[in-house]
């Protein structure tokens, strides 16, 4: 047209692809001015330096003397290491039982307007969120000292149960307890906020339809609750997962006591603890899998969800 | 006992939230077949009169009698006794209750909603109470979205599910609380539609809500509440000319 300046080129990269419309200023049609992406120096530099800074140290430690890394697929599949997966997903299963039975009872409890059963919950919860996991293990493992034996009297009967308390607390029982029971602390402040987080005109409804305040709790509430619940729940069970190594100190069986002994025989420490790295990683990698299948599934009559926001910089670096 | 049942007696009854009155000596007698709107400002104790009669509120004095039994106690032997949670649930069940914001159950389908009551409440198996739900569901033309969910429908659909869910409970009085306010006008029309119906088929209703039209056109009996009692009573032509007045 008439007043022809040099258009800029129109990139891939434009956001609109088509500009708006010519100006007309002054009788002179002014060329319509693209549109461009912010600039983001600092995007860029993270994207070109960060990777950089990944090869360089892995480089490195592959190039390490000290760490035998043929040793590692040996040991992999060792089958005392295997004999420790198996045991540290017991212990996982079995502790997250015991901590979800224990969380709803206590949840329910802090919930309830009987008073002592607020304040029991509460002093739970408030000794074994501060007690470290490591320490209430320690304690479970050596009950012994405490309470010599476990006996059960009944009048007239007299003793029916009577056994030292060390051939009932193993290692693995103690392990399970208290895991078990720190987890419960954990869980029953999940489950609450869980529960707190459904609307209350939703047990008002069902309690007008004539259902019954446990049933309520069952059907109505706890399924709501259970989105919530879901993203903090599953990131108590992976701690979980990962905490199961704590009772490598009381002799537990699990992945890292094997680990431990085996390393304690050949000093490959770094090897081992490789090998032990790659199964929780593959183990946590899976409950992660799970844990996005259930939250599909579990928003499922959530059918106009609003899409997820995006962060800014996986914007610009895609 | 005269010609008709009385299906919910208050007499005097006062309720306190916090320092305030809530209700002071409200007394109100609802007769079997029935409809009574109850009106009046925001605050005055319409909408807390209706949780009273549901149980879903304590009154603290007075007498409330709903088909019979007072309000949230059993009669024993020599006794009116706190009702446990199991008796509660039983005098639920017949009151079926709509609520200003529907409260429906989002994990649910409209089906399975409208069958709730039924499989929760009294054991009936899921086949069986989503027979008998469909059936109500037709009554106010929701059959046809028996599969969706909740929030797949607009308000007004959502009201009359809500009002389905209440039905198949077979109940003995409906309770109504402001089912339109948060409906736009036409959503509303089609829910009042809905009541209408229902009064024409000798539901015995108690209704708060702000649509005078329908008041006057449906109402037996329109109460204006005020300061927690009721300022007014009787037949609509009556009582709303005056209101409106009031209003105008």
Sequence with gaps: MTGAIDVPLITKNQIVETAPAGVVQGGIVQAPLPFRKRRRPLAWIVTILAPALIVWLAISVSHADAIHFSQIPKYLFDSRILQGVGITLELTVISLVIGIVAGLLLACARLSNVTVAKAISIGYTWIFLSVPGLVQLIFWYNLAIVFPRIELHLPWLGTIWDRPTNSIITAMTASMIGLGLHEAAYFAEVIRSGILSVHKGQVEAAQSLGIRSRRILFYIVLPQALRVMLPSGVARVVALMKDTALVAVIGGGDLMTHAQEIYSDNFLILELLVVASLWYLFMVSILMLVQSVVEKWASKYQKTSAPRPKIAMSETVA | ?248
């Excluded at chain 2, 979205?145 to 009085?173: C, H, N, W």
Aim: hydrophobic fraction near 40%; charged fraction near 25%.
């Design chain 2, 1 to 248: 006992m005269s010609k008709k049942n009385e299906m919910i007696v208050a007499r005097n009854i006062t309720k306190h939230l916090g320092h305030s009155k809530i209700l002071s000596n409200f007394s109100l007698i609802v007769e079997e077949g029935e409809v009574v709107v109850l009106v009046g400002a925001s605050g005055c104790g319409k909408t807390t009169f209706l949780r009273c009669v549901n149980g879903l509120e304590r009154i603290e004095s007075g007498q409330l009698l709903v088909d019979g039994d007072q309000v949230g106690y059993t009669r024993e032997r020599y006794c009116l006794r706190e009702s446990t949670d199991k008796q509660l649930a039983a005098f639920r069940t017949k009151i079926g209750v709509v609520f200003q914001s529907y409260n429906l159950f989002p994990q649910l389908t409209v089906i399975e909603n409208a069958a709730a009551g039924l499989h929760y409440g009294l054991n009936v198996s899921w086949r069986e109470a989503k027979e008998r739900a469909l059936i109500t569901l037709e009554k106010v033309e929701m059959e046809g979205k028996a599969k969706f969910y909740p929030s797949e429908l607009s308000g007004g659909q959502q009201q009359r599910v809500a009002i389905a869910r209440a039905l198949t409970m077979d109940p003995k009085v409906m309770l109504f609380d402001e089912p339109t306010s948060a409906l736009d006008p036409r959503m509303a029309s089609e829910v009042l539609k809905v009541m209408r119906l229902l009064a024409d088929d000798g539901m015995t209703m108690l209704i708060v809500t702000h649509e005078m039209r329908f008041a006057r056109e449906v109402a037996d009996r329109v109460a204006v509440v005020d300061h927690g009692a009721i300022a007014r009573i009787g037949a609509p032509e009556d009582v709303l000319s005056q209101q409106q007045l009031a209003r105008g």
